[in-house]
């Protein structure tokens, strides 16, 4: 079983920035992708960003040029720098980590508890 645990939430103004982090935490697994929804009430969930292990990334064009993802390897931990935010970037964002156990060879997605993100003045 791997955990998620996502910090860095919280209340910024319009042009303002956040880093969230995401770290995952377990024994015996591997993690490959990393990456961040978020939903909106009402609103289809949407893939945000998302990073390999090697270090490829792909961003919604929603975002493309305001935020960066990134990741630490050793430490199991991904990130999101929010730069240039704007109030429609207000929602719940979740991360999320595609694993491989290493005991069993399974694959699998173990998701954060999610954060919330608020840009409003």
């Known amino acids: 079983q791997v955990q998620l645990v996502e910090s860095g939430g919280g209340l910024v103004q319009p042009g303002g920035s956040l880093r969230l982090s995401c770290a995952a935490s377990g024994t015996s697994f591997r993690v490959n992708a990393m990456g961040w929804y978020r939903q909106a009430p009402g609103k289809q969930r949407e893939l945000v960003a998302y990073?390999?292990?090697?270090?490829?990334?792909n961003y919604a064009d929603s975002v493309k040029g305001r935020f960066t993802i990134s990741r630490d390897n050793a430490k199991n931990t991904v990130y999101l720098q929010m730069n240039s935010l704007k109030p429609e970037d207000t929602t719940v964002y979740y991360c999320y980590a595609d694993v491989n156990s290493l005991l069993t060879s399974g694959l699998g997605r173990s998701w954060g508890q999610g954060t919330q993100v608020t840009v409003s003045s």
């Open positions: 990073i390999t292990r090697s270090g490829t990334t």
